[in-house]
């Protein structure tokens, strides 16, 4: 069974709408995402590629309920994300989580860093073990609501910092202080806070240059290998989708044009609009 089903998903945008709320004459339809349909299996990725404004930032947010759909099902482990209450999707939002694409938006910048990566953990109240509470005594571990206490949540930041590259050093400075792919490494470990099964990447390397953007990829690697992760890679680049990716879906104006094995869309593309990606992008080392 996939951990993601995707059946007949749309998302439609009024077009002609005045600045004042009001409808103009003439008023047309945008399909950002037309009737999409795929599976996502556990531990894999699937890169989704495709140029701006094709519709793969909407699908991924989609998928996560960050916007409503027109019309369509989501599934998540077999469950109706669509037809779940607020209560039922708050709790299917700790196993569902984000990166963003631009760092520098992406951090709230009055937060310091560990109060950015411990948010999720206090939002949920949640009670998942990890390596480092061992050193913190059951008693003393959790609150009678089930939410981590502050020395163990601290240890859990840390855990999770050490896990994206960074240390506990930087607990108490401002996202300012820090380069873009910092940022971004922060921002991860925001998204693993809660030991999510599955995370939607949102071009989470195109605000970066391409040496920064080569450690980001392959530390997302590195965390699927270790956390057992399923990925939504959503790129513009062909090159570091191949580089990632289990399977490749490709997407052209709302819809998925092509998909198949990694070795089969760059090997023997279909249709046309996947080999002029192909032939367009520069090969790129990751």
Same mark, same amino acid.
């Given at each position: ?30 399909? *950002? ?10 531990? =894999?990725? +699937?890169?989704? !590629? &495709?140029?701006?404004? @094709? ?91 089930? *939410? ?10 840390? =855990?999770? +910092?050490?896990? !994206? &590259?960074?240390?506990? @050093? ?117």
């Amino acid at each position: 069974m996939p951990l993601v089903e995707i059946r007949s998903l749309t998302k439609i945008y009024p077009q002609g709408e005045s600045m004042l709320g009001g409808k103009s004459r003439g008023k047309n339809e945008v399909r *950002a995402v037309d009737d999409v349909s795929l599976d996502i299996h556990s531990g =894999e990725t +699937l890169g989704l !590629v &495709g140029e701006s404004g @094709s519709g793969k930032s909407t699908l991924g947010r989609l998928i996560l309920r960050l916007i409503e759909p027109t019309s369509g099902s989501i599934r998540f482990e077999d469950r109706d994300l669509l037809g779940a209450s607020s209560g039922e999707m708050r709790r299917q939002r700790r196993d569902m989580q984000i990166i963003f694409q631009d760092p520098f938006a992406s951090l709230d910048p009055r937060f310091r860093v560990e109060d950015i990566i411990a948010e999720p953990l206090i939002i949920h109240g949640n009670s998942h073990g990890s390596a480092n509470d061992a050193d913190v005594p059951p008693s003393s571990r959790f609150s009678r609501q089930g *939410a981590l206490t502050s020395r163990a949540r601290r240890a859990r930041v840390v =855990e999770l +910092l050490r896990a !994206v &590259g960074l240390d506990e @050093s930087i607990l108490q400075r401002f996202p300012h202080e820090f380069s873009g792919g910092q940022r971004q490494r922060i921002g991860i470990a925001r998204a693993l806070a809660l030991r999510p099964k599955f995370i939607v990447a949102d071009e989470p390397v195109s605000a970066l240059d391409v040496s920064v953007g080569a450690q980001i990829v392959n530390l997302l690697a590195q965390l699927q290998r270790d956390f057992g992760l399923t990925y939504l890679f959503i790129s513009h680049s062909m090159p570091v989708v191949r580089y990632l990716s289990t399977r490749i879906a490709v997407m052209y104006r709302g819809k998925i044009v092509e998909m198949g094995t990694t070795g089969q869309i760059v090997e023997r593309p279909q249709h046309p609009y996947t080999r002029s990606l192909l032939e367009a992008t520069p090969e790129v080392a990751v």
